[in-house]
Nanobody, 127 residues
Framework: QVQLVESGGELVQAGGSLRLSCAAS????????MGWFRQAPGKEREFVAA????????YYADSVRGRFNISRDNGKNTVYLQMNSLKPEDTAVYYC????????????????????WGQGTQVTVSS
């Protein structure tokens, strides 16, 4: 399994921006597809964004498409989630996830497909 550590969550006003980072412990994260999920109080964990091993293929939840951008730097073993135009409904704990995969252009959006999870970072958007 991969150890993942998220950072960058904080309190921000509506309309603001944040960039979350996810640092992976593996010697190279390039063998893993990566994803971001979130869980708000009293709600189930939901998919946010996913990126393929190479970083050329991405996929977003409808609720964040056009506002969020997922990217990765395999040389730094880090995945990012740039969040713009934040809304109060984006308030949640954000989790990074990794899936070991042979396929370089495939992304995954179902939580059960992922092998490893981070502990999460809190994002709070005030109105």
């Amino acid at each position: 399994q991969v150890q993942l550590v998220e950072s960058g969550g904080e309190l921000v006003q509506a309309g603001g921006s944040l960039r979350l980072s996810c640092a992976a412990s593996v010697r190279t994260v390039s063998g893993h597809a990566m994803g971001w999920f979130r869980q708000a109080p009293g709600k189930e964990r939901e998919f946010v964004a996913a990126i393929s091993r190479r970083g050329e293929d991405t996929y977003y939840a409808d609720s964040v498409r056009g506002r969020f951008n997922i990217s990765r730097d395999n040389g730094k073993n880090t995945v990012y989630l740039q969040m713009n135009s934040l809304k109060p409904e984006d308030t949640a704990v954000y989790y990074c996830a990794a899936k070991s995969t042979y396929y370089s252009t495939t992304y995954y959006f179902r939580s059960y497909e992922y092998d490893s999870w981070g502990q999460g970072t809190q994002v709070t958007v005030s109105s």
